[in-house]
T-cell receptor, first 114, second 116 residues
């Protein structure tokens, strides 16, 4: 099973709202990732968790706050977003073993900020 | 630094024709290379991966890719296109971050259109 699930599928939020995106995998992967994808562009890496510890933050604004409660779950907390933050947010996971670097992606959450 | 270049942002083929999507990479170390497919409003699906075990890699849905070190290429092919192959295709190269997590560097993508 190579499934990564994401909820919700769609989210519309105002600039003053607080919301969260959720990602879950049960493949025993120890590395998890958040990406942002704008239309007709490749995914851009936002955050990387390795063994539940944040290892990479790609200079993402503080209005995005990641959280990894356990090895299967990854959250992205959103607060005071801007319209330009509207995008497809993708979660991915990988084994976390040396030499096994392929990432498995979830279906994404389509976020619209009004 | 690692990078990939996808030649052709848009490729159009007839149903039943050969599909060829081009990817060239740049890497100072032996690369791990991947092809992903993305259908509209969906996530990325792994098509195939090169990890140095074999230069010709077979993937899902009849796709394959050949790693050519001399040409620094990893082109994706399929002998006969099907309407369901219409999608966005991304080539990616992986570098390690911490020895456990990986960092994928994506190409700009190629949109494949399949016509009747």
């Amino acid at each position: 099973d190579t499934e990564v699930t994401q909820t919700p599928k769609h989210l519309v939020m105002g600039m003053t709202n607080k919301k969260s995106l959720k990602c879950e995998q049960h493949m025993g992967h120890r590395a998890m990732y958040w990406y942002k994808q704008k239309a007709k562009k490749p995914p851009e890496l936002m955050f990387v968790y390795s063994y539940e510890k944040l290892s990479i933050n790609e200079s993402v604004p503080s209005r995005f706050s990641p959280e990894c409660p356990n090895s299967s779950l990854l959250n992205l907390h959103l607060h005071a977003l801007q319209p330009e933050d509207s995008a497809l947010y993708l979660c991915a996971s990988s084994h976390g073993r040396t030499g096994s670097y392929e990432q498995y992606f979830g279906p994404g959450t389509r976020l619209t900020v009004t | 630094a690692q990078s990939v270049t996808q030649l052709g942002s848009h490729v159009s083929v007839s149903e039943g024709a050969l599909v060829l999507l081009r990817c060239n990479y740049s890497s100072s170390v032996p690369p791990y290379l991947f092809w992903y497919v993305q259908y509209p409003n969906q996530g990325l699906q792994l098509l195939l991966k090169y990890t140095s075990a074999a230069t010709l890699v077979k993937g899902i849905n009849g796709f394959e890719a050949e790693f050519k070190k001399s040409e620094t290429s990893f082109h994706l092919t399929k002998p006969s296109a099907h309407m369901s192959d219409a999608a966005e295709y991304f080539c990616a190269v992986s570098g390690t971050l911490t020895g456990t997590a990986s960092k994928l560097t994506f190409g700009t993508g190629t949109r494949l259109q399949v016509t009747l």
